[in-house]
């Protein structure tokens, strides 16, 4: 019996552990999705939280950012059939949404992470 396949994403985030505030989707933190939202990506406002398949597109995100978004840069790996599902969404082809339950997912947070400075 083999183990199960484990995908790495890395999500900006305040603090580690990341606060239950880090766990807010789009229309949580800002409400309505605005009227030009394409219709593909009001799944995303509405349920998904971002995160990215590489650890420097995180990195890119939150120098970006300037702090805004957060100092760190953590790492869940999300095991197969975990019950967490994920989407590449937007113009970057290393951003994805993670969709399902927040709780779970907080499971697969590792220990490891990085600070921006």
Known sequence: MSAP???SFYRIATAFPPPDGDYRTQRQKRGD???TLPADLRESWDH???AFDIEDAAVAQAKGARGRLGNLI???DIPEGAGIAWQQTGRN???HDLFGDF???KRYLSDDYI???
């Open 115 to 117: 600070i921006i400075e």
């Open 93 to 95: 082809p290393r951003h």
């Open 33 to 35: 999705y605005p009227p």
């Open 48 to 50: 998904g939280l971002s």
């Open 103 to 105: 709780e779970e997912l």
């Open 5 to 7: 396949r484990i995908r």
């Open 74 to 76: 953590v790492r869940y």
